[in-house]
């Protein structure tokens, strides 16, 4: 019998390619938001003022990436440009009343998502997994 694979960063890779599919799948059906649109919205949500740089950091991807997301965010309705009330070339984002619907919409089919993946895993790996996949999201390689 072989070996199982160890090959962690493409397993990760297959993983969250797998995920981001089936979730964006299911997200567009009850909430008309991808798994990126998602994280963007928690994100405002969680953090008032956020500025696009700001989500950029907590999102982990480049400002230029960014943009493109608060555009699209944006053209739906979803989130809000506003001033920076003390940096004049930065602007805030706020959740619009769609997005924070688009929120509750999503959060059934995020539970239910969860649940799936603890019946998959098992309650003790799946908490050991959420704690080993958040030291690797903020992990900084030398």
């Known amino acids: 019998m072989p070996e199982p694979d160890q090959r962690l960063f493409f397993l990760l890779q297959r993983a969250a390619h797998q995920l981001r599919t089936a979730s964006d799948r299911r997200l567009l059906a009850t909430a008309g938001i991808t798994t990126a649109q998602l ?64 929120l509750d919409a999503a959060q059934p089919e995020v539970e239910r998502f969860n649940a799936e ?12 997994t959420a704690a080993a996949m958040r030291a690797l999201a903020y992990w900084e390689s030398p």
Do not use: C, Y
Request: proline share 3%; aromatic share 2%; glycine share 12%.
């Open 39 to 102: 994280g963007a919205l928690f994100a405002v949500r969680d953090e008032p003022g956020i500025t696009q740089q700001g989500l950029a950091h907590t999102l982990g991807l480049r400002e230029s990436a960014v943009t493109g997301l608060v555009g699209r965010l944006t053209a739906a309705g979803l989130v809000v440009k506003r001033a920076h009330p003390r940096e004049h070339r930065a602007v805030v984002l706020e959740l619009t009343d769609d997005g924070a619907a688009a």
């Open 117 to 128: 993946a603890r019946a998959l895993l098992g309650e003790d790996e799946f908490t050991r």
